[in-house]
Each structure stands twice: as C-alpha cells, then as structure tokens.
C-alpha cells in the first residue's frame, strides 16, 4: 500500500478524533507506510495481515471478537476494499459502521453482495454532494444512510502569517517572477504536461511552474518525471520549470505562488485544491470529478477543460480576473468545523447501532 490521500487523511482523522478526546485504534498493515507513519505519530496501532478482498470470513471473525472485546462504538473504514471485512466483522454488534468515501463509485453495485455490504453501513460519509448523489445513484445505499461532511484540514492552515520574498528564498526560487504551483504525484493523470505546455503559448511566456513531487510509487512503465523534463526541453520552458521533492512541509510552498494549478484528468477531492484556498492563492482547475464543486462552479476560482491548455495559459494572462473566495466561504474546509459535524454523527451513529 503506499502513502497517498486515503491513508494521509485515516491518520489526520484518527489525531482530530484522539484530541476531541475519543479512545481510536488504527489497525494498519506491519511495514506499510501508513503503519511507519502512525508509529512516528505515537497514535494507539494495531497490525494486522494483509486481507482478503473477497469472503474474508476468517479474518471478520477475528476482528468481530476485537471489536467486542474492546467494546468499540464505531469502525470507521476509507477503503472501499475493506467494507467487504468490515460489513461480516460488525453483523449482530451494536457498533456503528463509518464509511468516509474517498473515491468515486462511477459503475453499479447492485449484485445480491453489494446489498449486503452497503446495508450494513451506518453512515456513508460523502466528502462533496456530487459523490454522494453519485454513490445513491450507483450503490444500493438508502438517502438516510448518507450525510456530506467535507474533507478539512488544520485551522492553522488558514493562518496567512508568511510572506512571498521569504518563502521563495526558502524554497530556492527566484523573485519578481509570477509562479504557478502544482503539488502532488507525478503522473500521466495528474496533467503536468497541461501546466508545461500551457507555458510554451505566448499568453503564458512570463510564467515560471513550481512543481513538487515524484513518480506514482510501483508504477509501471517510464520515468513519467523523466518524460515531463524531456518535455520542457523540447517546449523550451526548462529554465522557467523548478522541480523539488515531496515535502510535508508545504505551506510556505504555496505562500511562493501567485496561482495553482489542479490539472488532473479527473481528481475525486484535491486536498491541495483546499490548501491553495487556505493560503489564499488563486486557483485554477479542471472542469472535472469533484473540483467544480470545490471550486463552487467558478465562484471560488477558475475552471479550464483537462488537456485543454491553451485555456490554461489564457486564463493565465488575466489572472486579476480570477475569483477569490472570503475566509467565511471556506469555513467548511476547517478542522474546527469539520469535527463539530463528525462529532453530531458518531452520536446519532451510536444510537441508531444500538
């Protein structure tokens, strides 16, 4: 397993829910980064083998007697590959069922199986309406079952206390430049190549890219990071391309931009979607999967058609133009608003369990 957005967020919710002052347990698999990470964050661990996707009857037995043993109220899941475990382990407990959906359900699920699964959730947490109207649509999941709680990060987040000279000089970049960043996995569907290319049309030539990141981890196939540099030198934009390293470090990163960029082909929720709003940094992104809706339809930023980056480099030339949303508009992308929700649903969810 590696250590993308899914396990990013499981161990950030299991530290909000452990300073609300619940009692959590991450049950993780020995060696994988989610496990290294959770150690490193001194958060309760339990190891468990590898799973079984499909009739993990064993291995729901035995968390089904862990749960009862330790009398949990709730088993909060993210991975869709674990609710087939998950619905067997909690059958005939009184303990809730949490799914918080990070991914997109775009086919049916409605074999004889899935009703099984989906039924025994007790709240499906949607982190936009779109994936929620799109889980009702394609899941055997009832309206009632379902609630939108957004994804959040920290308050501090929302702190604009650093300022562009300083940041740029941290991180090696030049000033009196305009810098666009885009942070994340380096990836054919992560749409680098739309941000390169987008600094080749002339409406785009004064702009420099600030990209941080590195290959899909066990990809197959080229050095996708090799190909985009290759790319540069062949759009005669290298010297305006700075490439660094992941960092979790990353909000002096955005206080270096004048924009950001979310160029994915299609990005279910894009927590640098809400970093770039936390810091204040005008965003721009595909017209795609869950970022209009992040967006709030160009309300709270611009949207361009993915591939399309000559609409990029456009937009680019009229950045004055380019909407901001106020600090009250992004209150549900804070930590402190985000738990006070959770916290209304593990109530009503334990009761509903009993």
Same mark, same amino acid.
């Given at each position: 397993?590696?250590?993308?957005?899914? =396990?990013?967020?499981?161990?950030?919710?299991?530290?909000?829910?452990?300073?609300?002052?619940?009692?959590?347990?991450?049950?993780?698999?020995? =060696?994988?980064?989610?496990?290294?990470?959770?150690?490193?964050?001194?958060?309760?661990?339990?190891?468990?083998?590898? $799973?079984?996707?499909?009739?993990?009857?064993?291995?729901?037995?035995?968390?089904?007697?862990?749960?009862?043993?330790?009398?949990?109220?709730?088993?909060?899941?993210?991975?869709?590959?674990?609710?087939?475990?998950?619905?067997?382990?909690?059958? @005939?407990?009184?303990?809730?069922?949490?799914?918080?959906?990070?991914?997109?359900?775009? %086919?049916?699920?409605?074999?004889?199986?899935?009703?099984? !699964?989906?039924?025994?959730?007790?709240?499906?947490?949607?982190? #936009?309406?779109?994936?929620?109207?799109?889980?009702?649509?394609? %899941?055997?999941?009832?309206? =009632?079952? @379902?609630?939108?709680?957004?994804?959040?990060?920290?308050?501090?987040?929302? &702190?604009?206390?650093?300022?562009?000279?300083?940041? !740029?000089?941290?991180?090696?970049?030049?000033?009196?430049?305009?810098?666009?960043?885009?942070?994340?996995?380096?990836?054919?569907?992560?749409? $680098?190549?739309?941000? #390169?290319?987008?600094?080749?049309?002339?409406?785009?030539?004064?702009?420099?890219?600030?990209?941080?990141?590195?290959? @899909?981890?066990?990809?197959?196939?080229?050095?996708?990071?090799?190909?985009?540099?290759?790319?540069?030198?062949?759009?005669?934009?290298? &010297?305006?391309?700075?490439?660094?390293?992941?960092?979790?470090?990353?909000?002096?990163?955005?206080?270096?931009?004048?924009?950001?960029?979310?160029?994915?082909?299609?990005?279910?929720?894009?927590?640098?979607?809400?970093?770039?709003?936390?810091?204040?940094?005008?965003?721009?992104? %595909?017209?795609?999967?869950?970022?209009?809706?992040?967006?709030?339809?160009?309300?709270?930023?611009?949207?361009?058609?993915?591939?399309?980056?000559?609409?990029?480099?456009?937009?680019?030339?009229?950045?004055?133009?380019?909407?901001?949303?106020?600090?009250? $508009?992004?209150?549900?992308?804070? $930590?402190?608003?985000?738990?006070?929700?959770?916290?209304?649903?593990?109530?009503?969810?334990?009761?509903?369990?009993?």
């Amino acid at each position: 397993m590696g250590w993308g957005g899914l =396990e990013r967020n499981l161990q950030r919710y299991a530290h909000w829910m452990q300073e609300a002052g619940h009692e959590i347990e991450v049950n993780a698999v020995p =060696e994988s980064p989610l496990a290294t990470s959770v150690v490193a964050a001194n958060l309760p661990l339990r190891f468990i083998p590898r $799973q079984r996707r499909y009739l993990p009857v064993g291995a729901a037995s035995v968390l089904k007697k862990h749960l009862l043993s330790n009398r949990f109220d709730v088993l909060w899941i993210r991975d869709p590959r674990d609710l087939p475990l998950a619905a067997w382990a909690v059958r @005939t407990l009184n303990c809730a069922l949490i799914f918080q959906q990070g991914m997109q359900i775009p %086919t049916p699920k409605n074999a004889p199986w899935h009703r099984m !699964r989906f039924a025994a959730v007790t709240r499906w947490v949607s982190p #936009l309406n779109v994936l929620r109207e799109e889980a009702l649509r394609n %899941t055997p999941l009832k309206e =009632e079952q @379902t609630r939108v709680i957004s994804l959040a990060l920290e308050d501090e987040w929302f &702190d604009k206390s650093g300022d562009k000279i300083n940041s !740029r000089k941290e991180w090696g970049l030049p000033n009196r430049v305009p810098i666009i960043g885009l942070f994340g996995r380096i990836d054919p569907l992560k749409g $680098q190549a739309d941000l #390169l290319r987008a600094l080749a049309e002339p409406e785009a030539n004064q702009w420099h890219a600030f990209i941080i990141g590195q290959n @899909t981890p066990n990809a197959a196939g080229a050095n996708h990071k090799d190909e985009l540099k290759d790319l540069a030198v062949a759009l005669n934009v290298a &010297d305006r391309v700075h490439w660094r390293p992941p960092n979790e470090q990353l909000a002096a990163a955005y206080d270096c931009c004048d924009a950001y960029a979310m160029c994915s082909a299609s990005e279910t929720f894009g927590m640098v979607t809400i970093e770039a709003l936390a810091r204040q940094i005008p965003i721009i992104g %595909t017209n795609t999967g869950g970022t209009p809706e992040l967006l709030a339809n160009g309300r709270f930023g611009k949207l361009y058609e993915p591939g399309n980056h000559r609409q990029l480099a456009q937009a680019l030339n009229s950045l004055e133009n380019w909407p901001m949303p106020s600090p009250s $508009q992004l209150k549900s992308f804070r $930590q402190s608003k985000a738990l006070e929700e959770w916290q209304q649903l593990l109530r009503h969810s334990r009761r509903s369990a009993l």
